[in-house]
């Protein structure tokens, strides 16, 4: 069992060998998250070093892949702002509840951006401000369709994160178009319902990050707009949910464990 | 000369008089923000107490407002997050360039909010995190959409605002669907070139609020997606373009000032 | 067994009754922490409501008070910053290393305000500014005076809390004077090297709050300054280890439970 | 006139020539703030090479160098922490107010460690989290230790800066010892009171680091402890009055200007 936790390289390097030698891996990094290489080629801007892998390699969102989880040998750990988006829309593809035009407008903490020093990640920078980041092209939109068609949806999205001054924390506003939001609750309460990591809210209800920043829950919420339109809303800890805590999901179920060892820290909340 | 800072009935309460007694005003309540008596009761759930005046009142949304500001009594100033958006699309709105179904997706600091102590606005409650309210339908929605149909448009509009751990600042995020990115930012650059507190940023810029806190600017971006959409950014410092800035500088017209007197001072940042 | 989370005064109404039907208290307001009924009526500018028990109450600072503690049918949990201050003092005051003129400067999160609104305390009064307060003599000053005194010394002290801009932790900086670091960091060392939540950091380190949020840890440094001064800095998540986390950690204590149970979490940060 | 904003070592390099060539200088580094070179280079760690140049170097605490600064033609201007405690002590230490053991504990925003990318300065690393730096020395030590001896007093000095969660504002906590707060009150009420950047408040007054950024000015609270002890509380804006502003004035002092010229904006709060 291996954890990659990698720059965007460094796994489809070392794969091959390690799988050869036995181990199991969850990658943390993007190298296997796209299944086709041409289009992970096209966002990433290189060639892909172990593009026969990608075809074997399991999307670790783990509520919806628990069956090949037990087998994988590679697990693609999804990207942060894909699992807060791909969890709350995932049931919403399958009942055909997704209509084209699909705006996804994500805040996050800025803790996503690694710890490689940049100045405009500086504290002094980002206190008190917030900025759109990502508008000519976030790698996560290919990652986020991928998993939405997987689900059997094909809708036109137009998604754009913002950067907010908060160190933690992804808060998905999904804006789903006229449609009917009982529905759509319903239809995330049918799947989610026994989920220990998945909280679907009373219909109307109000997240914030802060219910989710240390532990391992998404929480989602559906609104009715007056207007008639349905907004989905969704968080999660982008450090945990969206990375390491969603790896140690996937490697309880990898290897028959209790599924919520060691995650079951409660949120940190004020 | 008079501003009227209050909450909303208090000046519609107090107008009449005043105007009688020579009184020019610029409420910053939103009291006389809507045109049709109506639809403001629908919002504000009470009564209208000065009905009569709303023909009257200039909604001052300043660069869109100068000739009817001149000789205005009474001055309705513009909510924050209205502003934000108006001023990025009354152009698009005159020039054609709106379809239907825009989405736009605001974020503000907590000083919109008031100074009225309430749990859920105290910093602990608020540092590190982010949500989403007034999802059943805000106030400023009804004001957004009259500003549209006033400049030509009448789109379906999907709006709704977040807030951000900031004490000031708002970015609205204005998701304008398919189009031609070019041309929105020729609609923008065309009007506001010359306006020294309307900064049309040059294509594909990243404003952050930071940008104009302090300062009585408007900042302005545009952006084409990778799926051929386009996407307007807006930033204001809620207190100052979005309120009180926004008030001097239609003082400053209504009395033959300079119209940036007392609005000078550059942003603060970091 | 119960908790006594409240507001000084309902514990010491509600005391005698509870003891009576045989629960065992750890109250975690201030009604038992003071021994004396005087100095508590001076600083707390009312009578107290059961003196009695003062005599019988133990000051549950948890690593000090493990023999009480086990038939202790009363304990006063600690107030946040004498738990941050004493622990880092207590070895010192036994060991003769206090001198006369403590200076004891902290900092703390909002969180310690509690959740009843004040306008003071809203996110938009804080953010980004910092402000010392009880300037006029807060009520942990006699908590820290007594507590020194409990351990053998009895110096003057002067002790400023100031509010920061986060919402967790503690952050005390004592200013001992002249003296021996070595002596100082040794005399640390040798009460606390075994301590599950108390680190005694190498001489010269740097602790920062975010080492120790979501956890029952105390972090302690010693430093010398150029000038031959000595200064002892403690951090601590004024929640846990400055509240609820304590008061778990001494009902484990009474309770003959494993000391940790319950409290294993590690920090959360970034 | 030239202001030299830079780092160490640059300033000493150019400011032999730029003086022959008839320029005057307002140094913001640390080049020229020390008399000795010897403890410049002490502290600095390298040869400062432009000695010769030190004694003529006027230290540019505006308040308090009005007649040299007309005539200088080489200004150092004071470091940020320097300058919030001299403010504060120098009426003091000229009145003999000042005893021995002086404890100052002093806050700062992150922007004082300037833009060179590191990760200990990320936003990440500090939102939320209050830290201590400088333990084995900061610059800023010597640089007080001067200014106080140079109005007459030498006490011992205990300084240490921390950081705290914030882009701005330094708060000087200043322990004066036992002493009488009205005296020293009125010292300080006796040399600032017509001064347009110093405000001197109330006795027992509360100052927050809001109250002045985005400001020229310092504010000065005085107060009393329950145990007879004096404290001195000093804020600025670490970027104004603690290094472009005062430089500003300097520069207004030297040509002669209006001395409030550019510099009367106020604090930018909440």
Not at 15 to 21: D, K, R, T, V, Y
Not at 149 to 159: H, Q
Not at 170 to 187: C, K, M, N, P, Q
């Amino acid at each position: 069992m291996l954890f990659m936790a990698t720059e965007s390289g460094v796994a489809m390097d070392m794969a091959p060998e390690l799988l050869a030698s036995g181990c199991r891996i969850v990658d943390l990094s993007a190298d296997f998250r796209l299944r086709e290489a041409r289009i992970w080629e096209k966002w990433y801007g290189k060639p892909h070093g172990a593009a026969d892998l990608l075809a074997e390699a399991v999307y670790g969102l783990a509520e919806w892949a628990r069956g090949p989880l037990v087998k994988a040998r590679l697990v693609a750990n999804p990207g942060c702002y894909p699992t807060s988006v791909l969890l709350a829309m995932a049931p919403l593809a399958r009942d055909g509840l997704l209509q084209d035009g699909l705006v996804i407008n994500s805040l996050s903490g800025t803790s996503g951006g690694g710890r490689t020093p940049r100045t405009d990640m500086m504290f002094s920078e980002n206190a008190g401000s917030a900025r759109a980041y990502g508008t000519s092209g976030h790698r996560h939109l290919p990652e986020i369709e991928q998993g939405v068609r997987f689900f059997g949806a094909s809708p036109a999205i137009s998604f754009l994160p913002h950067l907010i001054p908060a160190s933690r924390g992804i808060f998905s506003t999904i804006h789903l178009g006229r449609g009917d939001a009982a529905l759509v609750h319903e239809s995330l309460m049918g799947v989610y319902h026994n989920e220990p990591f998945i909280d679907v809210m009373p219909m109307g209800s109000q997240p914030a990050t802060n219910m989710v920043l240390g532990s391992n829950m998404c929480r989602i919420a559906v609104h009715a707009t007056p207007g008639g339109a349905v907004i989905v809303l969704s968080v999660i800890d982008n450090l945990l949910k969206g990375a390491a805590g969603q790896a140690v999901q996937n490697m309880n179920i990898m290897f028959g464990l209790q599924e919520t060892s060691g995650l079951e820290a409660v949120a940190l909340m004020p």
